[in-house]
């Protein structure tokens, strides 16, 4: 283990940007490496359990609820927090520099200040990851866009400004130098693709105990279903719920949980196999359950490979139907779009998910993958191997 250091984690203030990389830095810190983590108010109470340093910075970037449809106009969002951003890092970071610089996709600042500094960084992504060709499939098609030319020379001025170690656009957001992608393998487009010199996939990484603590699978239960369509940033339609009461209510042997922030709207009628669940991150009961109704967000169905369990997968938006049609790909769901929900439809999916072997078979092997991955310890000592690059370097 390399001797303790000062490693600096730049973030967004956005929950669902937050929580992928948590416990990555509560392990660090575990292992003594002083962690400062640069990142607005609103997120520091997920922070500073972690036993990392706020360094508190003012954010530009808007609430959920604020952000604009059009593409151009959200990535300027980011361009301008950056803009924002990286004189506070500077602030806060040129007399006390780290020894490795760790950042958000999203957080365009972190690299920029890392490469002024002239040192290492690991990207940490939760999301998809660019592949060979994906600037010529997918940016070309961002620049073609109403303001995409005036965006790329905004930024490609901030970046010659800011010292960053290239001007251009497509290589600074698209080829970071090392990047740990908090995501399964199966989830990544064209995975074949990646860098894997750059790359590493380490799948969604949990601490320890975050699977086991908490609620317990009923011992007369014979079948567990989790209807779970919140997550951190997202709490499904109230209809989808009424809906799963109507398709599983007395499904002989199955026990339903349905874990939803709007739960005591519903407490009163459901079935007797029913129980209600405060929303939460749903580690311990994935790990207990045999079928999962999700909304399939990036976070959700990682969690779902990573616990075997099959999906009925209700998407909500674009990236969520991406990710629902890979896992039917997969072989391990069935999609059925918010539009089409009913009790019949609900229903049918579950009878196909669970009278299909190989769905049983797939979700088993899909386990086992993202398993070994390594998660959080695989990710920290990458980030180890990183650092002792850096000083012999």
Known sequence: MPRPAHIAMV??????????????????????????????????????PTGAELVAITSTLPVADDWPQDPIASASLFLGEAMAVLPQLHAAYDE?????????????????????????????????????GA??????????????PAYRERFAAWLTRGGAATGNVEEFTGRPRRTLAMIPRAMQPHADRVDTEAVTFVGPCFGAGQEQDGWVRPAAAKKVLLVSLAGSEYHGPQEIYHQCVAAFADLPGWHVVLQTVRGSQLAERLPRNFEVQPWAPPL????????????????????????????????????????????????????????????????????????????????????????????????????????????VG
């Open 11 to 48: 973030g967004t203030p956005m929950v669902g940007h937050v929580l992928p990389s948590l416990e990555i830095i509560r392990e660090l810190v575990t292992r003594g490496h002083r962690v400062t983590y640069a990142n607005a108010d609103p997120v520091a109470e997920l922070i500073t």
């Open 96 to 132: 006390d520099p780290a020894d490795l610089y760790l950042y958000d996709v999203a957080a365009y600042a972190g690299r920029a200040l890392a490469d002024a500094q002239g040192r290492g960084l690991v990207q940490l992504s939760a999301a998809h990851v660019a592949w060979e």
């Open 135 to 148: 600037q010529e499939e997918v940016g070309a098609a961002f620049a073609q866009l109403p303001g995409g």
């Open 284 to 391: 311990a009961m994935l790990e207990q359950a045999d079928v999962w109704v999700t909304h399939t967000g990036m976070g959700s169905s990682s969690q779902g490979l990573h616990a075997g369990v099959p999906m009925i997968a209700v998407p909500h938006g674009a990236d969520q139907c991406f990710h629902a049609d890979r896992l039917v790909e997969l072989g391990v769901a069935r999609r059925i779009d918010t539009a089409d929900v009913t009790a019949a439809a609900l229903r049918t999916a579950l009878m196909e998910l669970i009278g299909d072997p190989q769905v049983a078979a797939r979700s088993a092997w899909l386990w086992s993958e993202v398993r070994a991955e390594g998660g959080t310890c695989r990710a920290a000592d990458l980030i180890e191997d990183q650092l002792a690059e850096e000083r």
